[in-house]
């Protein structure tokens, strides 16, 4: 028996259609990876951006300005690629770091092609005053873990997203359905024939009214 799912066997009635007696697989009611995970990032997300609001700015745009102080001057390629960012998006938060003053980007002077981002003065002493705060969230999240653990947790993690990457080509599109339809049926009212007493209700009212 799989640990992500049990089986039930249905019974089998009178009116049971062809597929009676066949085992129907449960599905499991233990929260998922996937949400689990959002939950951590999610919790973490929105604590980020209250602290710093002040600054005007979110964890995306937080999150570039570390990397870029962990690994020096990248691409927006390479950012996107470290922060998760779609690069439109990227592009949109990079300029407006920019008019900030906290980035400024360049050629590469080995790949004319190539623009790098890089942390300005203000960028570099802005990043590296919150870089400790920021990793007081690490620290909180492996509390009570043993390193050990840490490792074999990350390895997990790295496997379930090259999995994801792997399948999600190979995965089944969701179903076509018509949403107006759907609405459409839900809101229909339910026809109730009348009651006994509403109609003898009915009846009474019509004779006060008469009289």
């Not at 002040?54 to 020096?72: F, N």
Request: aromatic share 4%; net charge positive; proline share 4%.
């Amino acid at each position: 028996m799989s640990s992500g799912h049990y089986r039930a066997r249905r019974y089998c009635g009178a009116d049971s259609g062809p597929g009676c007696g066949a085992e129907m697989a449960k599905p499991n009611l233990q929260p998922s990876i996937a949400y689990l995970i959002h939950r951590i990032a999610a919790r973490i997300e929105d604590s980020i951006n209250a602290k710093a609001r002040k600054y005007r700015l979110r964890i995306s745009e937080i999150r570039v300005l570390m990397r870029i102080l962990s690994h020096g001057d990248l691409s927006v390629g390479q950012l996107a690629d470290m922060t998760s960012i779609e690069p439109s998006a990227l592009s949109h938060l990079l300029r407006r770091l920019n008019q900030e003053g906290l980035v400024s980007r360049a050629r590469s002077t080995m790949d004319n092609r190539l623009v790098l981002v890089s942390l300005t003065e203000a960028g570099r002493k802005f990043a590296s005053t919150l870089q400790p705060h920021i990793q007081e969230y690490n620290y909180a999240a492996e509390k009570g873990i043993k390193a050990e653990q840490l490792e074999v947790l990350r390895a997990q993690l790295d496997t379930i997203y090259s999995n994801i990457i792997r399948l999600e080509d190979s995965l089944p599109d969701f179903p076509e359905l018509n949403m107006a339809d759907l609405k459409t049926r839900h809101s229909r009212p339910v026809s109730r024939g009348t009651s006994g007493s509403a109609k003898r209700g009915a009846s009474a009212v019509k004779a006060a009214t008469r009289g």
